[in-house]
Antibody, heavy 118, light 106 residues
């Protein structure tokens, strides 16, 4: 059974870079899309972007200038970086796996809360 | 960008009720639509994909229909564990989510 686990700092200062890693166990990251989705407190889900194992990426246009997603097949991990963070980036961040080659998310991490505050 | 609009934003219902949630896309997305259930403090759970395909392990009281721009999630008979928030999501190159529909107890 594939499992995903997010890791990274829970507190980031304004203007700094948020960095998270998703470790995939029980399966390979090859042949799927790997996405990041976030949820601000009390709000809905926001798709941030995705990558495939070969490095093809696509990002939410509203965040594209600040978001980078990359995959490391040697470690079976993929990562998220969000630059120049503000309080509006405070959210629970989820990593997720696609349903085969289709961009539905059928496996999710448990989510990791990130607060942007000085 | 394709915008996804859900309605209603909330619905109050009782155990045993039939509940219908609607999702509208701003452009034709064929059948590239998923539905998720999310409970407080938990990650979303995929219920339906490709508009009407039931994800493995999901009870058959959940069903999805629609194509093009109009889609529906139906819970045929609400169980106590179904009180949650439901999201639609289009599965094109920009897989945006709808705003969510909270199903709570009447």
């Amino acid at each position: 059974q594939v499992q995903l686990q997010e890791s990274g700092p829970g507190l980031v200062k304004p203007s700094e870079t948020l960095s998270l890693t998703c470790t995939v166990s029980g399966g390979s990251i090859i042949s799927y899309y790997w996405g990041w989705i976030r949820q601000p407190p009390g709000k809905g889900l926001e798709w941030l972007g995705y990558s495939d194992f070969g490095g093809t990426t696509n990002y939410n246009p509203s965040l594209e200038s600040r978001v980078t997603i990359s995959a490391d097949t040697s470690k079976n991990q993929f990562s998220l970086k969000v630059t120049s963070v503000t309080a509006a980036d405070t959210a629970v961040y989820y990593c997720a796996r696609s349903h085969g080659g289709l961009k539905y998310w059928d496996r999710w991490g448990q989510g990791t809360p990130v607060t942007v505050s000085s | 960008d394709i915008q996804m609009t859900q309605s209603p934003s909330s619905v109050s219902a009782s155990v045993g009720d039939r509940v219908t949630i609607t999702c509208r896309a701003s452009q034709d997305i064929h059948n590239w639509l998923a539905w998720y259930q999310q409970k407080p403090g938990k990650a979303p759970n995929l219920l339906i994909w490709s508009a009407s395909a039931l994800q493995s392990g999901v009870p058959s009281r959940f069903s999805g229909s629609g194509s093009g721009t109009n889609f529906t999630l139906t819970i045929s008979s609400l169980h106590p564990e179904d009180f949650a928030t439901y999201y639609c999501q289009q599965a094109g190159n920009y897989p945006f989510f709808g705003g969510g529909t909270k199903v709570d107890i009447k």
